[in-house]
């Protein structure tokens, strides 16, 4: 079975770098750099797309909109992994502009549970 | 008869000498129109008198046919009207005296004639006559009734009116008897009579006021003679009444009268005198003022010795009648401000001064008392109490807005604080939570691979304590922005500082292509600060500066000496440092200026903010300035930023400069 793509957008690349060691279950793509978000997708064609709210130069969600206005990307699911809610706020049920929400910092266990759960069939 | 001012004078003479030399005198006087007559003899002479046209008598004391004297006599007895002026042989004084005092106006002595004096004796002695004339005729005018009333039985009445025209006339009018309320030529004897007080049969010249038809006031001078006969058969009575004063005087007494009244009604003063005897009030005098204070008349006081104590307001009475028990038992002089009731009704304040007065023995016999009405004053005290009163309000209403408003803005400091605490949490959450997802990461991946390749596992130890110390330096910043440090101040140059900070970034600087240009004033004078604190914000700001210049750039750093302008020394509330800039005091200031890319200017009131950041996660905490502030605040200084005219930002920083040592 093929793995599923997971694009994990932070402007931390420790964080990303560590992300993609403790997942290996998935295909990881690291993007540090917000601008580059929509050209890397559109390379990358994921599954799933984690996305850090609080960067420089454009916030995740002016990113989510953006990724919903590409016809390649709209239908690609969207969560946020992000430090300015609290767990209790985040316990998977919370959304930002419609989209799922997990507070950092966040167990494996965790993540892989939202992820399988918002990863298209 | 006088025509002008000439004289027609007779000489009543027997001397041919006599009269050849006095016409010759007035010849030679032609100016003095003296035209004289003569007589030898005194019957032509009062026959020429009676037939009129004689204005003086020149008397030769010589006469034959008697002694001069009796002619002087006979002249005066009659024709009184015309003066006789003697001329005597022998300059006499002791005679002269003698003939003046029987009549004679002058008296000449033949010897010492001589023209001038001649006619002025002659002039002078018609004038004097005339006068003495006058006087006389005022006098007995003065005498003369103007009516005489005349009462018989009951009903008869009559008057005997004079006019002043007709005194001399002496037209009489008589009422009608039988009928008293007759009119007789415009006179109502019944209303002359009514002014009578007809119970005294007997009134000593009375001045009694009457009331004329025209509504004027006559005041007349009335006699009632006690009628003749015998008193229980009372027939008659009779009334002389005697215009008394003149309508100017009668006006005269009225205005005197008016303003007396005036004066009494307008007094605020008065005396009274409250006599004691064995220790009783035996009586009670009050001065005529008291009427204008009271309402009650001097005699109203006299004949009821009570009244004075219950005109006194009855809430005071007690204070006034224990004011003056202590003045009759110990002597202490009272002086006390109580109410009375007026006659009237209203109500008077009046200061009431009471002084005692002892006899020899030592016995107190009296005590004298001055009232004052300060009704007006207790007036306008009550009114300026009541304004008082209304401002206390005013000010108390004020003084509670004034507590409102600083409560107010005490929640507002508090709702700010809370906000800033919202701030911080989130703040600190974002910076801390951020290595703690990196450390919850490296924890996860050494648990699921215990025995992975050493180099990935190096990499993650490194990412995990790198995490580590950022979390912790947030964390210390923090402390450091919260403690109420003490500053271990001194008093340093500020040009030493910026070097010393300058060299702690050195590196940083020359690896990120930035220069630093200073110009740095001499001879500044020092400034209380602890160095560290100062090069710890310096380091922030050029820092920052560095950041704003991601391709390099140039910072330029000056220090000058400047006096404190007003808005240099805003103060933020919630400054309780109670050190800082004041105007007009000197400041060392420190700019720095970048050439980077400047400040948004939605951006620009936040700059100091708390956790208030632009750079991207993990570059900026949000502290750096707010901490600069922080350190600034402490050092009673002041720091601002701005955009810099010609592109980039400029951070001000002033700190209060120390006097000059000598």
Known sequence: ?121 | MTRGNSIEALLISENAETVKRIRQLLAAEPEAKIAVGTTARFTGALERISAGGVDLVLLDFDLSEGTGLGVLHQLRERAPGTPVVVVVRVDDTELAIELLRHGAQDVLAKGTLEGKSLVRALRFAKERDHAERQQQITLHMGDIPDCIILHEGKDGLTKLVLSPDQRFKLDILIAPPGNPAAEVSGHDFAADWSAVIPADPCVPGQVIEQLLPDGGISWNLVTKPPPPGDAARVVGTFRISQEATDPSAVAEVHEMEERYGRLLNSVSDYVYTVTMQEGRVASTDHGPGCRAITGYSPEEFKTDPSLWSRIIHPEDREMVLAKVQQLIQWGVPGDIEHRLLKKSGRIAWVRNKQVPRYDSNGRLIAYDGLISDITERKITEELLFAANTHLKDVVSDLVKSQEELNAAHLQLIQAEKLQSVGRLAAGVAHEVKNPMAILQMGIQYLVDSPVGDDQTRDTVLHEMRSAADRANSVIENLQNFSSARELANRAVVVNQVIADALQLIRIDLTKRKVEVVTELAPNLPTCNLESTAIEQVLVNILTNSCHAMPNGGTISIRTFLRIAAETDVERTHGDRSGRFLRVGEPAVVMEVRDTGTGIPTEQLPHMFDLFYTTKETGKGQGLGLAVSKRIIDLHGGRITIANAPGGGSVVTILLPANPPTV
């Open chain 1, 1 to 121: 079975m093929k793995k599923k793509r997971i694009l994990v957008v932070d402007d931390e690349a420790g964080f990303t770098h560590l992300l993609k060691l403790v997942l290996p279950i998935y295909e990881i793509r690291e993007e540090n750099n917000p601008m580059q978000v929509i050209a890397t997708a559109l390379d990358f064609k994921p599954d799933l797309i984690l996305l850090d709210i609080i960067m420089p130069e454009m916030d995740g969600g002016t990113l989510a909109a953006k990724i919903k206005e590409e016809p390649l990307l709209r239908f690609v699911p969207i969560v946020f992994l992000t430090a300015i809610v609290s767990s209790k706020e985040a316990d998977g049920r919370k959304t930002i502009d419609g989209h799922p929400c997990l507070a950092k910092p966040v167990t494996k266990d965790k993540l892989i549970e939202c992820i399988n759960q918002y990863l298209p069939d």
